[in-house]
């Protein structure tokens, strides 16, 4: 049988996993649940896991477990020799590009944002300007991760028919 599945969590990797729970800490106010941890190829559970996910080889690395207000799972890597990607933005190939998160002050968030070593990509843009207060902007945060801010929810957002020519 077909039904909706909720969202768990999420997997982000960053180069600099303190400053990176830091950042979502204070900016975004999720909660740390598991503090930086380092993990080791063993042959623990979580060991052999890993083994099974990333293949031979990987040697270590550190993890930090942190939830968002509505109890979504943010999982946060950093990895040997990780590095930042020279163009984080290959909208077009396949693959998980940004993640959204909602807040009413849209313009506030993005500042704090560029205030805590973020960017802001683009200017807040309205879905129905001068008719619903609808608004949204793409930032980053300081590894390259690409946050959007929607003001509202995703179904008030989309279920008026952002996209369509009114007739």
Known sequence: MTYPRTFSHIGLSVTDLEKAVKFYTEVLGWYVIMPPTEIVADDSAIGVMCND???EGWG???IAHMSTGDKIGVEIF???NSEQRENNFEY???GVFHFCVQDPDVEGLAAKIVANGGKQRMPVREYYPGEKPYRMVYCEDPFGNLIEIYSHSYELTYSAGAYQDKQ
């Open 78 to 80: 950093e990895f040997k």
């Open 92 to 94: 077009w190939k396949t």
């Open 60 to 62: 270590s690395f550190k």
């Open 53 to 55: 996910v990333f293949g």
